[in-house]
């Protein structure tokens, strides 16, 4: 693993994307413990993109709890089908919500979060075990290339960390 991880904040979303995509399974590689690699994720990414909360939240049963994040305290638990990490769970589908306010059910866990992007991560039966969450506090910064690179790194989170 490696202990360094640095990108330039002067390349563009793309680029910093493209690294990511080159160096997340390096990083998560030799550690077997999930915590500890959704733990480097949540860091790696708060890092890389400066966005205003990013973390795990793990399915446990009926409901997603808070697992490795990013960002100031959260909701500790979800349930199935509420709020846009448990629709993203319940649809197994990622969700890009630019402004959460029409969002019907959307769980204001911080009221500074004005957009969301959730990826289920899934495991090698096609399940989803928990859920990558993202929030800005502005608009316009999450969008459908995040989505595509996201669901990319989610695949690969998902084959190393959940098999």
Known sequence: MSENFFISSSL???????????????????????????????????????????????????????????????????????????????????LLVPDVNDFSGHIACSSISVSEIVIPLYNSSSEVVGVLDIDSEKFGVLDEADIYYLEQISTIIGKALFA
């Open 12 to 94: 563009d979303k793309k680029s910093k994307y493209e690294i990511l995509l080159q160096q997340i399974p390096a990083l998560i590689a030799d550690e077997p413990d999930i915590v500890a690699n959704l733990a480097n994720l949540s860091a790696v990414f708060h890092q890389t993109f400066k966005w205003w909360w990013v973390g795990f939240y793990l399915v446990k049963e009926d409901f997603l709890v808070l697992g490795p994040f990013q960002g100031p305290v959260a909701c500790t638990r979800i349930a199935f089908g509420k709020g846009v990490c448990g629709t993203a769970w319940k649809e197994k589908r990622s």
